[in-house]
């Protein structure tokens, strides 16, 4: 069974960091795009960026350069995404996703979205 | 940078057809793709590649192009079809854009 676990909701407070998991099952993690897409309370979707585990390589979304760091594990077959510097309006759902063909413009395969609440 | 548009809402009666937009702002808008997101769970992947369907997806919803739009249509309407829709494109200036979301009533 395709899956993306992710890690639990967090509350942090404004300047502190976030780390986020997703661990995939029921395909080859390694060889996938691996993306993070987030949600505002009432707001649409939003592209963070992605990793591709086996070269390590990745490409972030411009709004995100030099506060967002992705990471994975591949002999856990988990990927991280961390956000620094939080502000109020980081409060979000964050997903992974990945299209588990191989492709790298869709997402057919979703994680549950742990929220992640920025507030003193 | 790529934007896409989507009207705010559709309403629907059940058994009848929903059509959703999707405009791009350049000509012939890329290779569209198109979420189902019902409320507190995340988005589902309901048409790839401007109309083809990922198994499980039932073939009442369907996808098509013409130019700088794209449209998804649910046919047969039923009331779990309900959601949030997002079309979702890849651009090579702009990354992976999202639209902003229809929400589909049933009445």
């Known amino acids: 069974q395709v899956q993306l676990v992710q890690s639990g909701a967090e509350v942090k407070e404004p300047g502190a960091s976030v780390k986020v998991s997703c661990k995939a099952s029921?395909?080859?993690?390694?060889?996938?795009?691996l993306h993070w897409v987030r949600q505002a309370p009432g707001q649409g979707l939003e592209w963070m960026g992605w990793?591709?585990?086996?070269?390590?390589?990745?490409e972030y979304g411009q709004k995100f350069q030099g506060r967002v760091t992705m990471s994975s594990d591949t002999s856990i077959s988990t990927a991280y995404m961390e956000l620094n510097t939080l502000r109020s309006d980081d409060t979000a759902v964050y997903y992974c996703?990945?299209?588990?063909?191989?492709?790298?413009?869709?997402?057919?395969?979703w994680g549950q979205g742990p929220k992640v609440t920025v507030s003193s | 940078s790529y934007v896409l548009t989507q009207p705010p809402s559709v309403s629907v009666a059940p058994g009848k057809t929903a059509t959703i937009t999707c405009g791009g702002n350049?000509?012939?808008?890329?290779?569209v793709h198109w979420y189902q997101q019902k409320t507190g769970q995340a988005p589902v992947l309901v048409v790839y590649?401007?109309?083809d369907r990922p198994s499980g997806i039932p073939e009442r919803f369907s996808g098509s192009k013409s130019g700088n739009t794209a449209t998804l249509t649910i046919s047969g309407v039923e009331a779990g079809d309900e959601a949030d829709y997002y079309c979702?494109?890849?651009?090579?200036?702009?990354?992976?854009?999202f639209g902003p979301g229809t929400k589909v009533a049933v009445l």
């Open positions: 996703a990945v299209r588990v063909d191989g492709q790298n413009d869709a997402f057919d395969t």
């Open positions: 029921g395909f080859t993690f390694s060889g996938q795009y």
């Open positions: 990793i591709r585990p086996n070269t390590g390589d990745k």
């Open positions: 350049k000509n012939a808008i890329k290779s």
């Open positions: 590649d401007d109309a």
């Open positions: 979702q494109v890849w651009d090579s200036t702009s990354d992976y854009v």
